[in-house]
């Protein structure tokens, strides 16, 4: 008989043979003490005719000293990782309460598995609602599956790089159907393989990373183009502006742009910190934060033209508004899409 059994925060399988015991099933002389799923404690005289009549219960064995583990004489755990019981949906959200000393043997793959894809979803937008809907329909849709396979193929890439290992992608898969147990597949051999199949290259998680794959290549490709032509924003140009603050200087114009509505000082104070501003765009650490220090490109029009005016000339900058809806729009929206 297969028996599934809790011990701390360690699920297994169990395999009793016909006619056993109480005193088989617990080392003789212990502590120990056997809970059903209600936590109501089995005594010794039903435990057997229990099993017989609820076979799929979970047993819960719980004592004083957390050294011992739950290995009864006789018995076997079942080899496959996936063996391991999951946790019930309510679970997820919950961190399991861990004795002062945990043996090595609950250091399993599954448990760093389920722990890795949990750890994604906690902290990548989107994961919250997955782990939601998991829990109200013990299941996924489409659409939400999408979604967990996307967030966690991009915590792979972040962690991991563009290519991760045979090892890496198949512990994001095992932690999948071990963090959410209705989407193991009973039929396959190690119940993962429609989300990582490492021999055919098949399966959600290796779909979706392809894909990220091949759409870096073709951003890299196309920015070291541009990088290689005699222009594009990645060009390091020359500037000559007409002003050229010292940094005490700058900080001054910056505060002053944040507080004053005067459209004329706010073109001039623009146009005196260009310099500075330049620097900030091929600067990868401070590229981002250029809309934070100067709001005033979002609110004041005409501003982006100004400066490329100051960075070209212009006859060269009039060539932006005219080239926008025919040329700039569609590529952005096209390389915005691809992100």
Known sequence: MLVKVQFWNSKKFIKLQD?????????????????????????????????????????????????????????????DTLSISSRSSSDLDQTPERPA?????????????????????????????????YRSKNTLTSETRRVLVNILVGHMVEMHGRIPTRNQREQYALGIVILFPALRD???KKGYEHFNDVDSGTGYLAWRLKTVQRNTSHRAAKGDAASSDLGGPCLKRSINP???????????????????????????????????????????????DILKIFPRFLDTKGLVNQDFRLLFNPETAN???????????????????GL
């Open 101 to 133: 000393k945990r043996s090595k043997k609950l250091e399993d793959p599954a448990t760093a598995a389920k722990e890795v894809v949990l750890a994604a979803l906690n902290h990548k937008a989107g994961g919250d609602a997955v782990l939601a809907d």
């Open 319 to 337: 060539k932006l508004l005219e080239k926008w809806d025919t040329v700039f729009k569609p590529g952005i929206i096209e390389e915005a899409m």
């Open 242 to 288: 007409e002003e050229h603050l010292d940094e005490d200087a700058v900080r001054e114009a910056i505060a002053l742009l944040c507080h004053t509505s005067e459209e004329g000082q706010i073109f001039f104070k623009m146009k005196e910190t260009f310099h500075h501003r330049h620097g900030l765009v091929h600067d990868p650490d401070k590229t981002m």
């Open 186 to 188: 009973p039929y396959s």
């Open 19 to 79: 006619g056993f015991t109480y005193v088989d099933f617990i080392n003789k002389g212990t502590a120990l003490r056997i809970y059903d799923d209600t936590d109501t404690e089995i005594e010794e005289d039903i435990l057997h005719e229990l099993l017989k009549a609820k076979p799929d219960m979970m047993l819960t064995v719980r004592d004083n000293n957390t050294e011992l583990e739950m290995l009864p004489p006789g018995s076997s755990s079942c080899t």
